[in-house]
């Protein structure tokens, strides 16, 4: 008995730390993103089942519409309201809505590095002023560190539906005001002001 619970403390402690192997939840960047959220940020790592977007406005600084892929459902249209862009020390943290028009969007993998991977790890940074692209950060250095950012399993959003998400950045340099959005299914939305 003393053994079990041990070994279940051991357990617990080592996925904590992120020892524990895992999935790896899409690739990282070979761009710019800080090593470890340690580094990076005073929020605690996000672990796979962290899906709870931080708070945020709700007034849209920039937004895109879309057609998007729905599987066999064909086509569904949607739209992504950015919300926050802001700087926090060496992080740049990004808050945004995606809101079905029409059809039924798929969110579940259509933010993520691959098929099986329902994160927000796709979508990047790109600042037009020094031609540098920012990939979501990373909880860690290893194949098996996630991405510090917003889990997408299962949502599947109906006409009128919405979903909160969130993604942290290494911060561009300061003279960097406005930056580029670039994500899947939905493209790029320029100029977005960072605050």
């Known amino acids: 008995m003393r053994k079990t619970i041990a070994l279940a403390v051991a357990a617990v402690a080592l996925a904590g730390c992120g020892a524990l192997p895992g999935r790896q939840v899409g690739g990282g960047g070979e761009e710019k993103q800080p090593q ?32 998007v892929y729905a599987g066999d459902n064909g086509k569904a249209r949607a739209r992504v309201d950015i919300t926050a862009l802001k700087r926090q020390g060496r992080t740049l943290s ?22 099986l991977d329902m994160t927000v790890s796709a979508v990047s940074l790109i600042d037009p002023v020094n031609a540098k692209r920012y990939r979501v950060a990373r909880n860690g250095t290893d194949q098996n560190a996630q991405c510090v950012c917003s889990g997408t399993q299962g949502q599947f959003l109906d006409k009128g539906q919405t979903s909160t998400l969130y993604a942290v950045f290494a911060a561009p340099p300061a003279d960097v005001t406005k930056i580029n959005i670039e994500m899947p299914m939905i493209g790029v939305l320029t100029d977005v002001p960072i605050s």
């Open 36 to 67: 470890t959220v340690a580094e990076s940020t005073t929020e605690p790592p996000a672990t796979a089942k962290a899906t709870e977007a931080p708070p945020q406005e709700t007034r849209a600084i920039a937004s895109r519409e879309a057609d």
């Open 94 to 115: 990004l808050n945004w809505t995606v809101t079905a028009l029409e059809g039924k969007v798929n969110v579940h993998n259509g933010l993520g590095t691959g098929p």
